[in-house]
């Protein structure tokens, strides 16, 4: 006979707060492996009931065997139930019944990366207060275990750089860019293709990847940050010329998610953001394909690895959620705590400022077509301690008395870069915006 569990049944008992398509996907998991995955936990795990909006809708798969409620404190709380796995989304409710659920005792897995990463503080609290778990490898980078990676595998090293494609809408319609298709028809597709959520905002705008990166940083580096401390450009100015420029200097246009540990005159800052990028074609990240996704660490003594797969998707980011189930399960049968709920953003080095983050650039200006623009401008360039690593004369865009320059900077911090772009704006031969981008160098 099995040995019973703290709460005293010898199965342990999971509520889901959600039954949509990770809910599904978790379902179908754990019907589909039941017995290894009981094998793996010491301990058979049941559904036993799954909060939804709408209880009349019909669900696919193995879902559909699942007890339906619309009742909160049916699991919340509810003594048959030792863990509760969130996976509604969005801020509120979740988040109070990720807080309840703890201070009813009960362990948390939880796929919601906008939780984590606004409210990781108070949810940690919660779980410190009353002795449990949270569990969230799903909340970056869906099926890819790169939270783990960083709490477990990565633990006796220094992470000095971590640099993600942390949303695969954006990289899919990126990719599609590039191959000629306009940010507004790659969109469209993405909807189609189930990839891009109806109100996408989040996704183009770099929200998304930003909290993803917010919960990165506080494991790898120990920053306590939220995503609205760092800089975030989404993908949404991205334009075909930049894509024809990119590929004629050697690179592919990413939306990466960057944090590099940087120590200057002996004071350790981390320096973040969410840009898209320029990125040399023979580096690993510039290869990741359609809605993938691919985080590259590196690290004092393991050097540079790379973990890269689906980022999104009802299986995938399912397997991840019962990977926590399990290692959840296997702690509330022996009556005990996981490790799992070292405080990923304790007090660590402090982000450095915009203005100080450094990076090689990519400019392409309209001017003027006649003698002296082109001194012009370097000399501006060079006021600010900018120099040149390329600058080519592209053909004329229509119009005979303007013609294109696209040029390539060497690292340069971002303080500069706005005050040069400030000044070039100013200069009567400049036509409209200059387009500017960063280039990733390691
Ligand atoms: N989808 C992915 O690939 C993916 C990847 C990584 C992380 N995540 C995260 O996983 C979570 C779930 O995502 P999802 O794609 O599975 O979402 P989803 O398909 O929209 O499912 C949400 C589920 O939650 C239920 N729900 C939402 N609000 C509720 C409320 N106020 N009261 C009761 N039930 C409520 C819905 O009920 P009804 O079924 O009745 O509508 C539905 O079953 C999110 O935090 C998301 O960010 C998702």
Not at 3 to 14: M, T, Y
Not at 278 to 288: E, F
Request: charged share 20%.
């Amino acid at each position: 006979m099995k040995s019973q569990n703290a709460n005293g049944s010898k199965v342990v008992r999971v509520g889901l707060l959600g039954l949509g398509n990770v809910g599904a996907g978790v379902a179908e998991i754990l019907s589909t492996h039941g017995e290894m995955i009981e094998a793996r936990a010491g301990v058979p795990i049941r559904i036993v009931k799954a909060l939804v909006r709408n209880k009349r809708r019909k669900r696919q798969g193995a879902a559909g065997d699942v007890t339906l409620t619309t009742k909160a404190s049916d699991i919340v709380g509810a003594s048959d139930i030792d863990v509760v796995v969130e996976l509604m989304g969005g801020i509120e409710p979740a988040l109070s019944y990720v807080t309840d659920a703890l201070a009813a005792g009960q362990t948390v897995v939880t796929a919601n990366k906008a939780i984590v990463a606004a409210h990781g503080k108070t949810i940690f609290q919660a779980a410190r207060k009353n002795k449990r778990d949270v569990h969230f490898e799903a909340a970056v980078a869906g099926g890819i275990p790169i939270i783990r990676t960083l709490r477990e595998a990565l633990a006796s090293d220094r992470v000095t750089e971590l640099t993600g494609i942390l949303n695969g809408t954006t990289n899919y319609i990126v990719e599609a860019m590039a191959s000629g298709q306009s940010y507004e028809s790659a969109l469209a597709v993405a909807q189609e293709l189930g990839y891009a959520e109806a109100d996408p905002t989040l996704d183009v705008n770099g929200a998304d990847a930003a909290d993803k990166l917010a919960i990165l940083i506080g494991l790898a580096f120990g920053a306590s940050v939220t995503r609205n401390k760092f800089g975030c450009v989404g993908i949404t100015e991205l334009t075909g010329e930049m894509m024809m420029d990119a590929a004629e200097l050697g690179f592919a246009i990413k939306l990466l998610a960057r944090a590099r540990r940087v120590v200057t005159g002996g004071v350790e800052t981390i320096q973040a953001g969410v840009f898209p990028y320029l990125v040399p074609l023979g580096h690993a990240l510039s290869a990741v394909p359609d809605a993938q996704n691919a985080i590259y660490v590196r690290s004092d003594s393991l050097g540079t690895t790379l973990y890269q797969g689906p980022g999104a998707g009802g299986l995938p980011t399912g397997s991840a959620v019962v990977a926590d189930l399990i290692e959840a399960a296997r702690n509330v049968a022996a009556g005990t705590r996981g490790r799992s709920t070292v405080q990923p953003t304790r007090a660590g080095p402090k982000l450095a400022k915009s203005g100080d983050t450094v990076c090689p650039w990519y400019l392409r200006l309209t001017v003027a077509e006649k003698p002296g623009v082109l001194a012009a401008i370097t000399t501006l360039l060079a006021d600010e301690s900018i120099s040149l690593a390329t600058v080519s004369q592209m053909e004329p865009s229509g119009d005979d008395n303007e013609v294109g320059i696209v040029m390539t900077t060497h690292p340069t911090s971002t303080g500069a870069m706005e005050r040069a772009l400030k000044k070039m704006h100013r200069l009567k031969v400049v036509r409209g915006e200059v387009q500017v981008l960063r280039v990733y160098a390691e």
